[in-house]
């Protein structure tokens, strides 16, 4: 049993199999026999001791932060947790509902709800707290929200502290770093129109940004369409300063993601919505490429909240907590398989990838590279699928791949983070060592191998896991990493640490990795720290 952030020792429940939330709460007395045992003094036995005080016992299982499971554990385990607590707000509420809503009015995104929003919420992810704080954990969890990010987006930078200030550095021709130029920057340098505004969350497209406040209000700046933009005539528009994004306003944002013809943003309340995905319907929606209007994600993912979004080449996958679990929903367009449904063919609505049920693995993270995916499971496995070009699927081989399958070269590590690019692949595992596959261009997977080609010096593709000896040279533990993820840009790679220190490799020739090149350099093989302050 998980206890949380904080290094508290965990508590040991024996003899209690793994079950989602949503099993143990339904049925508990059927599958945990109450035990009898003998307490101290003269307290009847199977009584539990402090019966007499469950404030202090409210306090103990909220100040511990344990895990929704736990919560649920404890309620099957004991009478005493599972009765009626007699605390406000709901006095009919067991002591672990009650420590549930108390830690879920700890989030950051949960507190500036209405009490109507709030059971909204609950009804939607199954009638529990305990699944409403599972949904509100995993959401944090994967977006990093209220913690320092690098964003590595087509040929420029995004770098948010987290105090929630903004640093942009890179290509700028179309305003898309937001300090008012279209002058491209080589060092990292803070966007000062956004003083007073915290922003918790970015995502980088080609020649376009967008970040998210901890109001939920939604910034752009950029080029103004969502089509192609380096080939379309789109979005002659530029817009070089942060603008809020008005069809936006009344939708509470948590996280968006850019794909190409397309972008995604994903509601508190775990409602996705997409908007200006182009005339042919690929998602459900009859748009043109400049239309800014929201349009949600129905179909199977009306009724279902989702945690987390990530938006590839025409496609967008999408995290869904469910009282039975974690589940991967994608929706687009199907070529090289990496909609994961076993086809090829394009999915107009949201659509169950049925494959991690057959695996048993409970999906925590998604990442949607331009043409092929990944998902890393609650286990620690790593899976992934689509166009396996350059290795990038860590099979061993360049094969395409229409359904999830775990990296068996993974399997001594459990990993805990998983980013995706153009043809590259990274890994995170639980100690902080990284492990990339994939294509070698621009030196992106840090291993510094290069090979002579007639003239030229080329990096090597590599087919399976490889340890990235660079950054375990640094001695700093990585927790997360980002990288180009545009099929049309020089890749370059961050890897943020612990301690909050962000190293860059990879593509320089645009300033994008806020790093100085010398003689005449375009590219950085070895990672090297960006001077940049994320505390």
């Known amino acids: 049993m998980d206890a949380t952030t904080g290094g ?22 059927a599958i945990f026999p109450r035990q009898q045992r003998h307490c101290f003094g003269n307290e009847t036995p199977g009584e539990f001791p402090l019966s007499a ?18 919560l649920a554990k404890l309620e099957v385990t004991c009478s005493f947790f599972r009765q009626p607590a007699h605390f406000a707000p709901d006095y009919m509420l067991s002591l672990s509902e009650i420590a549930a809503l108390d830690m879920c009015q700890k989030r950051a995104i949960f507190k500036p709800m209405t009490d109507e929003q709030r059971l909204d919420l609950k009804e939607k992810c199954g009638g529990s707290w ?5 949904f509100l ?40 770093l937001g300090h008012g130029t279209t002058e491209e920057e080589s060092r990292p340098r803070l966007i000062r129109s956004l003083q007073g505004i915290r922003i918790i969350q970015a995502a980088a497209g080609a020649n376009r940004t967008m970040l998210i406040s901890d109001t939920g209000r939604v910034y752009s700046f950029g080029k103004d369409s969502f089509g192609e933009a380096e080939y379309g005539a789109q979005g002659n528009k530029l817009v070089t300063t942060p603008q809020l994004v008005e069809s936006l306003k009344d939708i509470f944002v948590v996280q968006a993601a850019i794909g190409n013809f397309f972008t995604a943003v994903l509601s508190r309340e775990g409602v996705v919505y997409t908007f200006s995905w182009g ?7 009859q748009t043109e490429p400049s239309d800014l209007e929201p349009h949600p994600l129905l179909g199977a993912l009306e009724n279902t909240p989702v945690v987390q979004i990530a938006a590839g080449y025409c496609y967008l996958l999408a995290l869904a907590c469910q009282p039975s679990g974690m589940s991967v929903y994608s929706v687009g367009c199907g070529l090289g398989g990496k909609l994961g449904h076993g086809t090829r063919t394009d999915e107009k609505q949201p659509r169950l990838i049925e494959q991690f049920q057959n695996l048993n693995l409970q999906p925590i993270e998604v990442a949607a590279g ?3 995916a990944a998902v890393v499971g609650r ?25 999830p399958k775990v990296v068996e070269a993974l399997s001594n590590i459990k990993a805990v983070h998983v980013a995706t690019g153009d043809y590259t692949t990274f890994v995170v595992s639980d100690d902080g060592d990284v492990y990339s596959f994939g294509c070698g261009e621009s030196s992106s997977l840090g291993h510094n191998i290069a090979v002579a080609d007639g003239q030229e010096i080329r990096q090597v593709n590599v087919l399976n896991p490889e340890l990235v000896t660079s950054l375990k040279q640094v001695n700093e533990r990585v927790v997360q990493i980002s990288l180009t993820n545009s099929i049309y840009w020089n890749a370059h790679t961050f890897a943020l640490t612990e301690s909050g220190k962000l190293y860059a490799f990879g593509a320089g020739d645009q300033g994008q990795l806020g790093v100085e090149l010398v003689d005449n350099q375009t590219e950085r093989a070895d990672p090297e720290q960006v001077e940049i302050d994320l505390s």
Not at 9 to 29: D, F, G, K, R
Request: aromatic residues 6%; negative net charge; proline residues 4%.
């Open 8 to 29: 508290t020792p965990s508590v040991q429940y024996h003899n209690i199999s793994e079950q989602t939330i949503a099993s143990l709460v339904t049925s508990p007395a």
């Open 53 to 70: 005080n469950p404030s202090i016992v409210l306090h103990v299982l909220t100040g511990c932060n344990l895990d929704p499971q736990d």
């Open 130 to 134: 305990k699944l409403v704080l599972r």
């Open 137 to 176: 954990l995993a959401g944090e969890a994967c977006s990093r929200i209220e913690k320092s990010q690098a964003i590595a987006g087509p040929g420029h930078s995004i770098v948010v502290t987290s105090k929630g200030a903004v640093y942009s550095f890179g290509s700028n021709s179309s305003g898309q």
């Open 279 to 285: 005339n042919d319907s690929k998602l459900g929606h």
């Open 370 to 372: 331009a043409w092929h």
């Open 379 to 403: 286990d620690g496995r790593v899976c992934t699928w689509g166009w396996g070009r350059y290795g990038c699927l860590g099979h061993g081989n360049e094969d395409c791949e229409s359904v």
